[in-house]
């Protein structure tokens, strides 16, 4: 063992290393000196290590909103807990020190060392000096340097460490079963950060499938399967290591997985939302750019353009030198096969470059001209798709190998000019080494800046902490009361993301890396529900000054302190929020609601009280039909439960009022008519595929359920209306598309005679709706055929037998009438179908839904029918309360009813037409400008007007001294293209202004001013109504509960007097994973959400006892830890047995 | 010289007569596969570019290459993408790109078999 280190090769080696790690740490100070941390942008580098360490031990994060499951997170300890030491040895508390990066480079260069040490009988000794220098230093690596991602370091370092024993266990220098628990523990340590962490295998999987493809052919080749099996043998040891010793991290989550997430795996839609995404990350993964070690996606905003807000990837786009260098390493990379020498290298060097070549094409995504391929396996293999992100997943293959070709190439190269000369031998080998060496760190000049930490401009993860956040982290970390806290302002509404003018911006907030404590904002961990509803509530009502209010659902919410961050990005920088001073103006003049403490520009604010995680109740309001924020009017005092939550009838005896919110049937009838953008026919009637395809459909067709016919009849009235298109536009001969055209009329029969043969097809104004959607292109595209322009050279067969496909359309439109075909009439007349379930339901109107005059009046109903099932009765409006109508009428018959809101014509409030040219990236455009009168918060307008034929108009809405920004062109957002072909046409477009400012914008392309006459605008409105039935008051009691927090997953409960069924409810988030259960774990209790997203249970258990709640998932974690902890002392007890054994 | 001519006739000859078989397939197969992109159908899968990189790949197989000599030709090839790409026509580089891994994987897969011969 000794004579080992006397080896002066080991001892050069050694030297080097200590050279390299002196380097690596003097950088490291350059990137971050003293007082500088890295964190933010989603990197997980937490600002209290230890306590962002702590959370990992739970299934349970409570700390955010309103808590989310952590169980796929567990296999992050490994990572955290290095985190920690780092922090332990830099002295200060924060994840993202210098030893931190100092360690995950340095471990890197170290494991490409030890593998490259292996090689060096095979791939020449200079190979061992230059290998890591390209596996630290390359494009792949530093790219996400700036958010440390220590899972990716990870995973390489494993890779390289595993791939040495492999190389190890062909030689026979070592056994599988030794190799595969070095390696298991390897993984265990190095796992990539946990499950979500999976994808990053991608590398490693590409690796294993080259390896054994490799390896199947030299056995062929050589009919000796030894080698091929041993590694086989490796590998599944090594696997079956790997899931024994993180069986802590993929017991707990394999829960959550095949509850949930095994589903987003082969779901058609997530499929194709990702493949989106995949070719966005492939945009800049040319086989060029990879040839050359680049094509990383963040230097790209397109195919061929740079991206210029990245901190150095311009240079390599513009500079010839750096563009020059770029292309010798491929030449120099795959000249490695010209310097082979032996059978030896000529094994190692094309299995390398049969792995650049294999991993260069998972790496380019749907880019390559492989593209196809990667697609079909995307869309195909199950589970793929968890690599929807190519080049950053498979990567760390593709650096690896191309590593190896290009050290091997220079090492060699090395090798032939120190032979030359015997005596100046270790010399010149030197020499050629700090040659490479150096010339590489010119190439990539760029990463000794700090620069490197920028992402955007002006936002970087290297970052001076201001100290009141500090300040603020060690005071919230003393506290221990749960309260959560309400960030003010809240977050940026786009992106959901939390950013400061200091420099922190990421899409998990500050407070998360800072703070133990649980903290409540518009994040994207909410889902809609919550976030539309419970948090813009919230914020509404504190803009507005109502401390009442704001008290209310602070109390649902669990909210007990405010955090006023005046420090936030806010006024026109990127990504603001709401300005701070206004939250802070309301915050001062409330009451109950004190400033507690002060730090720099952060203030926190106490509500007083206490907010129990658990509490009982025997009242509960129960909402029918869609829940909005209005409906907070009826419920502010009293938990809500939704219909659709609940089936047990145990519940009924707790209700104290049941609000029932109507849909208006008719409003969507009046909605905006939609063009459906139709899909380019290939296989068009005259094409021998064409038989294919139409058996293809009919086969569909067969297979469906008699409901589905209808969307299905649909469908395919708009392919072969594609088909006509394509026809028409290539000319092909007229039987075909007479042909296409006889089809859309058998299609039209069978959807008349499904529609026909529906219950009630003259007030089914759904099925209207359906129909109206799906016609309505079809039509105007066969209207405009016949036109003048374009009717010309048409046969009389064809244009009669376009006519008779209209005529039939018609007959269509006529089964609903009179509900389609009078757009119009639906502006003024709103229809709702209603349930009368007891003479006490009382029908109520919001005053705000109304439509507005133009003193900003409410607009009545100048009718109001209620149509029972006996009789019409007429109704009026009278006072209910401050916000809402009653709607009273004499006579209201049980059961089913319709009731018709008919409006006076509204007003139109379009005025002060001028004109204006602007200017647009496409030239100049003349414009027609006007505006809304009275504008009011949050209301809908409809612009509608007349335009003659052959004109494309651009209808925006904007403020006319806003047009440009400070960079020049501004986007116009919202911005509607509307195209009128042969005939003159009634356009209409949607708009909400956000002030009276906006204007609304119709304008053509060139000189000439848009066509249009009869302008006019008038308000959208929905009129909301609910029916509410009070219940008689019940006399349960609920019990007195006191409980025990133990940890963020587990409570111990104490009932005391339960006479009564009550509610016992925890304020933690809705999950199936929180469990109920009697102290002596027999018993378990109806669970369901309440309030919208928190846990109730519903308890019928009389006298005084206690009770458990946990999280399911957490005793898992127990579990897997006991196994994982098993498997280590095992395979270390063999391990040093075997070693004092030897 | 006129010895050195006759020489060098021979080792043609003896190449066109070692190669025979290649060469009648590369001047059958060669026009096939160009025709291809202009036959219904098939023009669907096989588009012109592909076409003829498939003849030229299939021509480097026919002159039964090196991997010295193929090294070569793949320095030509980026060399010129090189150009293309100080030039700003970043596409046609990309397609010189494609058209070198192609050759690469060709020939590194025949090294790999030739690991057989030199056992």
Redesign the interface.
Known sequence: MLQKFKNPLLILTFSYLLVFLVFLFSLVNIWLPEDYVLTGHDSGLALDSKMFLQTRLFAWDERVDFGVDNSPLFGSLTLHFLDYLSSLLAGNPHAGNKINIFFWLGTLFISALIFAYQLKDKLGIYFVYIFPIFIVFNFYIFQSLFILERAKYGILIAILLFLTLSFKVLEKKITPVYASIFSSLIFFVFNGGSILALPLYGGLLVIVFTFLI?LL??SI??KNFNDLLRITIFLVLTFLGFIVLNCYALLPYANTFFSSDSAFLTNAQILASNKQWVDYISQGS????L?RFQGVPDWFTSR?IANLTHSYATNYFQD?IL??FS?LI??IA??S??F?KN?HQ??L???F??LT?IS?FFVAGTR??LGFLFEFIYLNVPGFVIFRSPYYKFGSAFVLSLSVLLAFSLSSIILHFSKRDRKMKLLIAGLGIIIVVSGWFTYHQFFFSPNIFYWREEFSTRLNLPNYVEDFRQWSNQKGEFRRTLLVPPLNETWQSDGYEWGYWSFSTLYYALSKQNHLGNTQSLNGQESLLLLDKIYQELLAGNEDKVIKMSERLGVGYFLLRKDVLQDKAWSATLPSQLFEEKLNQFVKIKKEKEFGKWSVYKLEGNQPQLTTTSSLKLVAGSFTADLFDFTEDEDILLENDTEFESISPFLSQTIRSFECLSCPLEEEEIEIGLSWS?VLPN???YRVKIWKENQELKNISQQEKLTSYYGLLLKRTADIEAMLRFGVDDKYIIGSLSKINEYIEEIHNILQNSRNPKSDYKLAKQLQYFINTPERKFRDELSPFKIGNKSDKLREEISLVLWNINQLENVFEPLINNRDKWAGEKVYDLVVPDLKFKLLLRKSSLPLQQNSEYIFPNKITIIGQDATTSAQLSEHNKNWFEITTNSLDLGAATLRLSFPTLPNLFQSIRETRTDSPEGIRSCLVGRINSVADERTYRLKFDAAPNQTLHVFLRDPDDLYSKDGYRGWKDEKVLNVESFSRTLQANFKPNSAKDSIFICRKGEDLPIIDNIGASEVFIPHVVGVLNYNENFLTPPIVSYQQIDPTRYLVKIENADDPYILKLNQRFNSNWELKSEDRNEKYEHFPINLYANAWWINKKGDYDLIIEYKAQKLFYIGSAISLVGLFGMVTFLVYRFFKK | MSKKLLELEDKIKSWISQHRFRIYLFFILGPIILILPSVPYLNLFIEYELSIYIVFIFGLLVLDLSFRQIFILISLLLLVALFFFILDEPEDAEKLGNYIYGILLIWIVREILKIRSEK
């Open positions: 490799f052919i030299k080749l050589f040319s086989f060029i750019n040839f061929y010839p563009i020059f292309f491929p030449i795959f000249g096969l010209v082979i059978n000529r094994m060097i094309s299995f470059g049969l070549l260069m390559s001209p290939n094409s021998l595929l």
